[in-house]
């Protein structure tokens, strides 16, 4: 872990919470930056990676939905801002390293809206993170058993997030029992 935090310029010695998607609003991450609030005053050592994504406005993609996508994203960034939190909270774009970010954190956040099947929390789970995901309606279910290998947030409250992300965070035995629990329901059901 030591090793892939400085091949990617992450800081030691502090623990990072790991999102990963696109920066929309139907991901949730709106939800996840007012549940790290709570986690940041807490926790000061907790730190959140967003990866994916957050560039929406490109030359031949200046139609309404991308504006509105980018809106979204700046909005966002500029709360960031205001909260005093750009230095724990980093937007790391689109990239090809996903893995490497995830093997680089401690924990998985996704409280996403609607998805089809999000393949990026087995992802997660096969690299050792314990996950505390949304629940999404004959979906997060069928991946993760509540408790036992990862955590579902049944409403969109950042409070619950909050709560399940610091309760894994501060208490390492937790951590790494969850942790190996996922990896092993990938091994067992996801190969």
């Known amino acids: 872990k ?33 549940a790290f609030e709570e986690v940041a005053e807490q926790s000061p050592d907790a730190n959140l990676l967003v990866v994916g994504p957050d560039v929406f406005l490109k030359p031949g993609f200046e139609d309404r939905p991308y504006q509105q996508a980018q809106a979204f994203v700046d909005t966002l960034k500029q709360h960031v801002n ?27 956040a996704f409280p996403s809206h ?39 947030i049944r409403n969109h409250d950042p409070s619950l997030y909050a709560k399940r992300m610091l309760q ?8 790494e029992q969850i942790g190996r629990a996922a990896r092993h329901t990938v091994e067992r059901e996801f190969r």
Do not use: W
Not at 90 to 106: E, H, K, M, R
């Open 168 to 175: 894994v965070l501060n208490d390492r035995a937790l951590s």
């Open 114 to 152: 609607r998805e089809g099947f999000p393949n990026v929390i087995i992802e997660a789970m096969a690299c050792g993170l314990p996950c505390v995901v949304s629940y999404l309606d004959g979906i997060s279910e069928d991946i993760i058993h509540d408790g036992v290998d990862g955590f579902i």
């Open 2 to 34: 030591a090793a892939i935090r400085g091949r990617l310029g992450l800081k030691q010695g502090v623990k990072y919470i790991c999102f990963v998607g696109s920066v929309e609003k139907r991901k949730g991450v709106d939800v996840l930056i007012a």
């Open 82 to 108: 205001a909260l005093g939190l750009a230095s724990r909270i980093t937007f790391i774009g689109q990239t090809n390293l996903v893995s490497d970010y995830l093997q680089a954190s401690d924990l998985f």
